[in-house]
């Protein structure tokens, strides 16, 4: 098959992060795979995709608005001529979804989001039907589609994004005497909570019986210029912004511990790199979080949007910050087990299955 992989945009953080690995597998199946982005937006997405060997045509048009991009998106598949469209996130999945119903193509929508908006929902939820194969990245997901989309089990698919590397280098353990250094990965928007971490940092200052320690964020976004203001209102000289990384795992081996305050998530891609680099996060208990992390096994979870909460468990892991290291390697050895990559390349054979079997019938 000649698969059309539509994507919001190619802008950089989690969401661009499987994209490689997922398209790896269709195309190891046999199958022809190229990307079309509805938006530049920062661009940062497109190297990665181009090391894989994917070709990326992109809207040249700067503003969002849909109709022109459904012509253009309707233009491009007319041109292409995909056998199948393969979708993500609510903007690319509805406007694939119309060409698709124009062009006769048969429709495949992955869903990653379990904090959908109400209009979303709607939307979705009513146009369900003109997807072939909905899949979710995560079982959280999968509980959204079935719940809020009405998603019918003989058309839903579970397919993990995360693809864990047994090989990755593992994060060397804090030792007497260093600072306790705490990273976290994400864009700088509202949903990933950093004005919480702001505020639950704010609340440690008079505490003295914590050892120094530094939090670093890795990340880039809109939301900068109010986390700058809070960090200067509450003088948190123990936290930094370093601006987006493409080095993802060299950032990661240089912390003891992860932080991921975030209001809502599907598959958090930046807590489970952390867990496969071996470092315990504290996190909050949305989206998949809660079923990957042990609570007080292999990670800290804490309730969402709660500063006092979120301060309290920073402080019993800054307190005790060998714990983070055997917290660490049970994370590890979670991850690498949940999401082998001979796990992670069965489920999306197994959806491939499905939708070629009838065809070869």
């Given at each position: 098959m000649r698969i059309a992989y539509i994507i919001n945009?190619?802008?950089?953080?989690?969401?661009?992060?499987?994209?490689?690995?997922?398209?790896?597998v269709l195309r190891r199946a046999g199958h022809e795979v190229a990307i079309f982005a509805l938006q530049r937006r920062d661009g940062r997405a497109l190297p990665a995709l181009q090391a894989a060997g994917l070709a990326v045509d992109i809207h040249p048009g700067a503003q969002r608005g849909h109709l022109g991009t459904l012509r253009w998106l309707d233009r491009r598949m007319t041109q292409w001529r995909p056998d199948l469209l393969w979708t993500s996130l609510t903007r690319a999945t509805v406007l694939g979804q119309l060409v698709g119903l124009i062009r006769r193509i048969p429709v495949v929508s992955w869903q990653h989001s379990a904090g959908l908006s109400p209009?979303?929902?709607r939307l979705l939820r009513g146009l369900r039907s003109l997807s072939r194969v909905w899949v979710a990245d995560s079982t959280c997901v999968l509980h959204v589609m079935r719940d809020r989309l009405h998603i019918p089990a003989d058309r839903a698919a579970l397919w993990p994004i995360f693809r864990a590397?047994?090989?990755?280098p593992a994060a060397r353990p804090w030792q007497p005497g260093e600072t306790v250094r705490l990273g976290s990965l994400g864009r700088l928007h509202p949903v990933k909570g950093y004005d919480i971490l702001c505020q639950a940092l704010a609340l440690l200052k008079t505490d003295p019986t914590l050892p120094p320690f530094q939090v670093?964020?890795?990340g880039e976004g809109d939301a900068r210029p109010q986390i700058e203001r809070l960090i200067r209102e509450h003088a948190l000289t123990t936290l930094r912004l370093a601006g987006f990384t493409s080095a993802a795992t060299a950032f990661l081996s240089t912390q003891h511990g992860y932080i991921q305050p975030s209001r809502h998530e599907g598959l958090c891609i930046g807590v489970h790199q952390a867990m496969q680099a071996g470092l315990a996060p504290i996190a909050s208990a949305v989206g998949e979080i809660p079923y990957t992390i042990q609570d007080g096994i292999s990670g800290l979870l804490v309730p969402p949007a709660d500063p006092a909460a979120l301060a309290e468990a920073l402080a019993s892991a800054l307190r005790q910050p060998q714990a983070l290291s055997t917290m660490g390697q049970a994370a590890r050895t979670r991850v690498l087990d949940l999401f082998a990559p001979q796990r992670f390349d069965a489920a999306g054979l197994a959806i491939l299955d499905r939708l070629t079997r009838p065809q070869r019938a």
């Open positions: 945009s190619v802008e950089g953080g989690g969401a661009a992060f499987p994209v490689p690995d997922i398209t790896n209009a979303n929902t590397d047994p090989g990755c670093t964020i890795a």
